[in-house]
Structure formats: structure tokens, C-alpha cells
Nanobody, 120 residues
Framework: QVQLVESGGGLVQPGGSRRLSCAAS????????MGWYRQAPGKQRELVAT???????NYADSVKGRFTISRDNAKNMVYLQMNSLKAEDTAVYYC??????????????WGQGTQVTVSS
């Protein structure tokens, strides 16, 4: 059984910063991709950022230059540093990971989500 647990959400003022964390635990053989998605009210879930092997990153255009994704492979953790936050960043943020639990194959896992609200 694999679990992803997010933390760090909350209320932040426009222009402020917030750091999200996600810890993967359980029967993990190795982790391929980790990342963050978000879903705003009335909208579909969308990619925010992903990171492969702690080095190769990909960002949504809307967050480039403001958000930074990082990963601690030894701790099976992924982080999202969010700066210059805007009201349109308000959403539930979900941690994602593609994890190998055995010698062959991998599965997608999701966290339960953490709410980030940007408001004055």
C-alpha cells in the first residue's frame, strides 16, 4: 500500500509565498515521476509541475517563474515553492507520483489534496 500525504496549504495574501510538501510512504520500489496538480472550483484538474529523478522539471505556463518544484529522493518527498501568488492560484493542490511497487510495472498515486486560498 502506497500513500501520498500533502501538507502546507492555507490562506495566503496576494503576492505572498507558500511551500507545499508531499511525502510518499509504503511499499515503494522506486519513484519515477513526482508532481503537483491543482483543481479550482468549476474547473478541471490541471498540471502545475512535475519532476523526474530530481532534475528534469516541467511547469505549466501560468506558474513559470513563480513556482519551483524540488524533490528529495532519499526521503521520497516532493516540494512546491510558490511565490508571487495570485488569486487565480486558489485551488486544491494534489500531489502525484508514478511509483514502482515491484520489479515490473508502475502505478499512479494521488494525495488527498490540500487547499491553497489566495485572498486579502
Amino acid at each position: 500500500q502506497v500513500q501520498l500525504v500533502e501538507s502546507g496549504g492555507g490562506l495566503v495574501q496576494p503576492g505572498g509565498s507558500r511551500r507545499l510538501s508531499c511525502a510518499a510512504s509504503g511499499s515503494i520500489f522506486s519513484i519515477n515521476v513526482m508532481g503537483w496538480y491543482r483543481q479550482a472550483p468549476g474547473k478541471q484538474r490541471e498540471l502545475v509541475a512535475t519532476i523526474i529523478s530530481g532534475r528534469i522539471t516541467n511547469y505549466a505556463d501560468s506558474v513559470k517563474g513563480r513556482f519551483t518544484i524540488s524533490r528529495d529522493n532519499a526521503k521520497n518527498m516532493v516540494y512546491l515553492q510558490m511565490n508571487s501568488l495570485k488569486a487565480e492560484d486558489t485551488a486544491v493542490y494534489y500531489c502525484y507520483a508514478n511509483i514502482r511497487v515491484g520489479a515490473v510495472g508502475s502505478n499512479d498515486y494521488w494525495g488527498q489534496g490540500t487547499q491553497v486560498t489566495v485572498s486579502s
